[in-house]
């Protein structure tokens, strides 16, 4: 048996070598580069396979998806990696490799429905305490402060279990879930009122990073792995979303077909349908990223490559409007909030782009777009930040202002820093590496902003 498994390998080991002479020769009858790139475009290449390969993948995967992720080389390799495309797309539809693979994939599925339904449940546990989401303020009030405590819990044990993590990793990652339920529970809040709100908004950011803990094993201080995370979040939102739609159109049909026959299902979609169905998409969509992260290409990186001339332009459009108009910035606490919005998803299209681009590559004109895009950001930012300051100067701090403000100062150093090594980085005066090594170490700074308004912000403005 020992024999029969060598020579196997053996044979496998001599198909993917045939196959990258074949690439090789292809890029040298096609690509006007040297002997030497080819060579070096030949580790890279190597590297991606093996990588693929630890990941999980059969050698006609980890060969086809390590072809089209070579960069510039794509249009070059479309036509070889062509042939292959067919037999990758059978396996990923109807897997047909039994043994380890399978049974792991197997495995992680039932773990993550067994979580899903622990993150369902957990969200309907109140219930028995007589708490529901459509009663009193008071359900209301509870619900505002613990949803996140319910739910991302469930998210992280996944998360953790997945990685293996040892008991002293589970509890660092269980401790802060143990003090923000304590915390949120036991502050004297005014009910539904601005710290509360704030609270409860600041909280599940606070959370997730801490999810983020046990996703990358508990090696918090690793950049790699931290741009992982960020990777993973862009990632699990899309897959959220799109569970979200299929969840749409579900929850529609069953209201209508149960209204054909005269019986009101709303009752059962709101109760039950929606709350438990959003609890459990939120741990199905990471265990999705876990699943199909290392067989198809990311699909964060490819819509930041759509949208960032997009919001380029919308942010280019407001500041010719403003300065046509003569208008200012409204300070209004939605308004607020939507702005911030803006200004993190303009920095969240400038994180996806950055884990998708090969640091050693050159300027290219998508760069030059990006970072038009951030010094628009910038500008929008300052305007903000100088309307919101006369907004204090007249009528004094408030908790939703103070944290706007709060928040608009750090996205403001954050793309500050990101648009000055942008900058260098055109102007071949710096590296790629140095703005991806900015934003992964920036991450602590919006978890210690948020456990600030979460922990301080009730006590330094009385609870109100």
């Known amino acids: 048996m020992k024999s029969t498994n060598t020579s196997v390998r053996v044979e496998e080991r001599l198909t993917i070598e045939d196959r990258i002479i074949q690439w090789r020769e292809h890029l040298r009858r096609h690509a006007a580069i040297s002997s030497v790139d080819v060579e070096e475009l030949e580790d890279h290449l190597r590297s991606q396979i093996n990588t693929l390969s630890e990941a999980g993948l059969t050698d006609d995967e980890a060969f086809l998806v390590a072809v089209k992720r070579m960069g510039d080389l794509n249009a070059l390799s479309h036509e070889f990696a062509q042939e292959y495309s067919e037999r990758l797309w059978k396996q990923l539809v109807a897997p047909t490799g039994a043994g380890e693979h399978s049974s ?262 998508f760069d030059r777009l990006q970072f038009l895009l951030v010094i628009s950001a910038l500008v929008v930012d300052v305007i903000a930040l100088v309307a919101l300051s006369k907004r204090i100067s007249e009528f004094g701090f408030s908790p939703n202002k103070v944290a706007a403000l709060g928040e608009n100062l750090i996205l403001l150093s954050n793309l500050g820093g990101a648009a000055l090594l942008y900058a260098r980085f055109l102007l071949k005066r710096g590296t790629f590496a140095s703005l991806e090594r900015w934003q992964t170490s920036y991450v602590p700074v919006y978890l210690v902003w948020a456990g600030f308004v979460v922990v301080l912000f009730p006590f330094i403005f009385n609870f109100q």
């Open 104 to 365: 792991g994939s197997l495995r992680d599925a039932l773990a993550a429905v067994g979580f899903a339904i622990a993150a369902g449940v957990a969200v309907k546990l109140p219930h028995l305490f007589g708490v529901t989401f459509d009663g009193s303020p008071d359900d209301e009030s509870f619900y505002i402060r613990n949803i996140s405590l319910l739910v991302l819990p469930m998210l992280a044990a996944f998360l953790a279990w997945k990685r293996g993590m040892d008991r002293v990793g589970v509890m660092k990652v269980a401790i802060p879930f143990l003090a923000a339920g304590l915390l949120m529970n036991l502050i004297p809040f005014v009910q539904l009122g601005s710290t509360e709100i704030l609270a409860a908004l600041h909280l599940p950011m606070a959370l997730w990073l801490v999810c983020g803990i046990a996703y990358m094993g508990g090696n918090w201080s690793s950049h790699t792995q931290r741009m992982n995370m960020i990777r993973f979040t862009g990632e699990w939102f899309i897959y959220l979303v799109l569970i979200a739609l299929g969840g749409g159109v579900l929850t529609g049909f069953t209201v209508f077909t149960f209204q054909s026959i005269g019986l009101d299902a709303e009752w059962f979609v709101q109760t039950w349908l929606l709350p438990c169905g959003v609890a459990g998409a939120i741990v199905i969509s990471s265990w999705l990223v876990e699943a199909k992260q290392s067989i198809i290409e990311n699909m964060a990186p490819v819509l930041t490559r759509l949208f960032t001339p997009l919001f380029a332009i919308l942010l280019i459009s407001y500041l010719v409007a403003m300065l046509w108009s003569g208008n200012g910035i409204v300070i209004e606490r939605d308004l607020l909030i939507g702005f911030d919005l803006l200004l993190a998803l303009i920095l969240a299209l400038l994180l996806y782009s950055i884990s998708a681009r090969d640091p050693m590559a050159p300027p290219d004109l």
